[in-house]
C-alpha cells in the first residue's frame, strides 16, 4: 500500500493544494484529512460543500484504486448533514462492492468531535489497466 499511498501524495496536486492529506490506506479502504483554512469558507462562514465534496472525491479515489487497477468515478452523490466551522475534517472511505468492472463505495465525513457532517456515495468503472504497482 506504499505505493499507493505514495502515488495520491505526489500526483493528486488539486488534493495537495486544497490541504488534504492521506491518513491511511488499506484494501478498499481510506481515510484523509483536511485542516480547516479561511480559503475553506464559503460567504456564511461554513465549509463550503466543494471544499467537502474535494475531501471526500480524494477518499473514494484513494479506496476505490487502492487494488492497483485504475478506478475512475462514474457517478457520486452527497448529502451535506451538519455545518462545519473550524478545526478538521475526516473523510473515510469504504468500499462496498466489487466485481471486474465496477465498485461502489460510502464515505463519512466527520469533525473533530466524531460528527458525522456529509455523506458521500460514488460508483467507479475498474479499466484494465494498472494505476501502479501494487506491493
Do not use: C
Not at 466543494?50 to 478506478?71: P, R
Amino acid at each position: 500500500m506504499e505505493g499507493i499511498k505514495r502515488f495520491f501524495a505526489t500526483e493528486d496536486k488539486f488534493a495537495r493544494h486544497s490541504g488534504i492529506e492521506l491518513v491511511e490506506v488499506g484494501s478498499g479502504w481510506a481515510k484523509a484529512s483536511m485542516k480547516i483554512e479561511p480559503f475553506h469558507l464559503n460567504g456564511a462562514k461554513t465549509v463550503h460543500g466543494g471544499a467537502m465534496f474535494t475531501l471526500a472525491d480524494f477518499a473514494f479515489a484513494v479506496a476505490s484504486n487502492s487494488h492497483g487497477i485504475l478506478a475512475m468515478g462514474i457517478n457520486t452523490s452527497m448529502s451535506f448533514v451538519k455545518a462545519a466551522l473550524q478545526g478538521a475534517l475526516y473523510a473515510e472511505a469504504k468500499e462496498q462492492s466489487l466485481n471486474a468492472r465496477l465498485a461502489s463505495y460510502a464515505v463519512t465525513i466527520t469533525d473533530d468531535a466524531g460528527d458525522v457532517v456529509a455523506l458521500f456515495q460514488g460508483m467507479v468503472y475498474r479499466k484494465k489497466e494498472s494505476i501502479i504497482p501494487v506491493e
